[in-house]
C-alpha cells in the first residue's frame, strides 16, 4: 500500500519535508516544503530548474520534478519537525537517465531480472575541522600514529554520539565509531542492508554529520585528501550479491571460500578499475589520496593499482571473509548514488562475460608492488580517469546517457581547475 505522507506528518508531527535530491557531482539539492502541500508534491513531485544544478540540462528544458520516495522518509533526529525525503527525478513525464538514484535503481532493477540483489556496506570516515576549513578543530590532536586514540575520540564525545544516537534512533544498526588514521579524522560504521538502502543512508549520513558537527561549532568534511601530509578520507564499500537469502559470493569447497559468481563479479570490477575511478574518484583532490607518497602515520591506506587479495589491506579489492568484498577504491566525495550504480554495473559485466580477476596476490603493495609485473596502475590524475570512462563500452552501455553527460561536465571542472596559478608552479617556473 502505498505510504500517504500527509498522515504521515500528522502521526508524527512532521511541520516540513525536505525534498532532497543528489546531482552528478553528489550536491544535495532541496525544496523545504510543508506538510499542508506534501500530497500534491508526492503525486507531481518538488519543481526545479534542472540548468541551475549539476546535471547537463539547459535552461530551455523544462521543470525538473524530484518525486520524493516515502520508503526513504527520514524525520530529522536534532529537527523533528522536518521529514526528509530522497527524490527520483523526472522530466516530461520520463524519469532522468542522468538522475543519480534513477541510474542506482535501472543497475538494481537489470539485477532483479537475473533474480539478484546487491546489498553494500560504507565506510564513512571524515575529518572535523575548523569552522573556516583552516585546520583541524583540535589542537591537542598531534600524534604521529592517531589512529583509534583514545583520548582524541573522547575529547569529540558529544558530536560523534549525537550522530551515532541519531543513527540508533533510526535504526541503522550502527555498530562502532573511532578515530581514523589521520589527526582530527573519525570513521562512524552502521549495518549492510540493500544497495538503495544504503545509498540512502549514505546521502543523509553527509547531510547528518555536516549538519551535526555545525550545532557543535565545527565543520565535518568528507573531502579525499584536505591534509597533504596526512592519511585521506577513504569511502570502502563491501559488496556482496544475493537470491533470496542465499549469499552468491559465498562457496565454502572454493578457493577462499569465494564463488565463480564472486570472482567473475571482482573481474569485471578489476575489468573496468580504470574507468570506475572517474566515478569513485571524482575530483581533482581524489588522485592526491591514491597513488600517494607515505604519510606520516606510516601508509596511506588506499589503493595505487589494480588488484586484489585475501585479508589485507595494500590492495584495490580485500576478501575478508567469502562472503562479501570491500572496494577501497572510493573516497569521501564519492557520489553514494553512482557508487554501487557503477559498482554493479562493472560487476554485472563479470558475471555476463564470466571475466577472470587474474591471480590474487597476497603481498605488501606499498612495499613489494613494485615486484609484481602486468599489474594495471590506477589513474594518476583525473583527465586520464575521464578518459578511461571515455573509453568504457561497459559503462556506457549500462548507463546510457549518464555518462556522457557526467564527463562532459567533469571536463568543465577540470578545465576550471587548469584556469588557476598555484603558488608551486610561480616557485618553480619564476626563474626558468
Ligand atoms: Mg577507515
Same mark, same amino acid.
Given at each position: ?18 525534498? $532532497?535530491?543528489?546531482?552528478?557531482? =553528489? ?29 547537463? +540540462? ?96 573522547? /575529547? ?62 565545527? /565543520?565535518?568534511?568528507? +573531502? ?16 556482496? +550479491?544475493?537470491? =533470496? ?52 602515520? =606510516? ?5 595505487? $593499482? ?11 579489492? /580485500? ?72 573509453? $568504457? ?40
Amino acid at each position: 500500500m502505498t505510504i500517504n505522507l500527509a498522515e504521515v506528518a500528522k502521526e508524527k508531527s512532521i511541520k516540513y519535508f525536505l525534498i $532532497s535530491y543528489t546531482d552528478l557531482f =553528489g550536491s544535495q539539492r532541496a525544496k523545504l516544503v510543508p506538510a499542508s502541500a506534501i500530497t500534491g508534491m508526492q503525486k507531481s513531485g518538488a519543481g526545479f530548474a534542472g540548468f541551475a544544478t549539476w546535471l547537463d +540540462m539547459s535552461p530551455a528544458d523544462p521543470d525538473l520534478f524530484a518525486r520524493p520516495d516515502p520508503e526513504s522518509l527520514i524525520q530529522l533526529p536534532w529537527k523533528p519537525d522536518v521529514g526528509w525525503l530522497a527524490a527520483d527525478l523526472w522530466m516530461d513525464g520520463k524519469p532522468v537517465e542522468q538522475g543519480p538514484r534513477n541510474a542506482l535503481k535501472k543497475q538494481i532493477a537489470i539485477a532483479a531480472e537475473q533474480g539478484m540483489q546487491m546489498k553494500t556496506g560504507v565506510e564513512c570516515e571524515f575529518f572535523l575541522i575548523s569552522p573556516d576549513g583552516t585546520g583541524i578543530a583540535d589542537t591537542a590532536d598531534t600524534q604521529i600514529k592517531p589512529c583509534y586514540d583514545q583520548q582524541a575520540l573522547m /575529547r569529540r564525545y558529544d558530536v560523534i554520539t549525537e550522530i551515532c544516537d541519531s543513527m540508533l534512533q533510526l535504526g541503522w544498526q550502527p555498530y562502532q565509531n573511532d578515530h581514523e588514521d589521520a589527526n582530527g579524522q573519525f570513521e562512524m560504521n552502521w549495518n549492510f542492508d540493500d544497495a538503495l538502502v544504503t545509498a540512502d543512508r549514505h546521502v543523509f549520513f553527509k547531510y547528518m554529520a555536516k549538519a551535526i558537527a555545525e550545532k557543535h561549532g565545527l /565543520r565535518a568534511t568528507f +573531502m579525499p585528501k584536505p591534509f597533504v601530509h596526512l592519511t585521506g578520507t577513504g569511502c570502502h564499500m563491501h559488496v556482496s +550479491m544475493w537470491k =533470496g537469502r542465499d549469499n552468491c559470493f559465498e562457496d565454502g569447497n572454493a578457493p577462499y571460500g569465494l564463488s565463480q559468481t564472486g570472482l567473475h563479479f571482482i573481474g569485471g570490477i578489476i575489468n573496468s578499475a580504470d574507468a570506475l575511478a572517474a566515478i569513485l574518484n571524482p575530483t581533482v583532490n581524489s588522485y592526491k589520496r591514491i597513488n600517494a607518497p607515505r604519510t606520516v602515520s =606510516g601508509a596511506t591506506w588506499a589503493p595505487n $593499482s589494480v588488484t586484489w587479495t585475501g585479508n589485507n589491506r595494500t590492495h584495490m579489492v /580485500r576478501v575478508p571473509d567469502g562472503d562479501r568484498f570491500e572496494l577501497r577504491l572510493a573516497d569521501g566525495a564519492v557520489n553514494p548514488y553512482l557508487m554501487p550504480a557503477s559498482v554493479l554495473a562493472a560487476g554485472l559485466d563479470g558475471l555476463k562475460n564470466a571475466r577472470d580477476p587474474g591471480p590474487r596476490l597476497d603481498i605488501n603493495m606499498y612495499t613489494e608492488g613494485h615486484t609484481v609485473v602486468d599489474v594495471k596502475k590506477l589513474p594518476l590524475n583525473l583527465l586520464d580517469a575521464l578518459r578511461a570512462l571515455e573509453n $568504457s563500452t561497459v559503462l556506457h552501455d549500462a548507463m546510457g546517457s549518464l555518462v556522457p553527460s557526467y564527463l562532459k561536465l567533469k571536463h568543465i571542472e577540470l578545465n576550471d581547475f587548469a584556469r588557476h596559478l598555484t603558488q608551486w608552479e610561480r616557485d618553480t617556473t619564476l626563474d626558468c
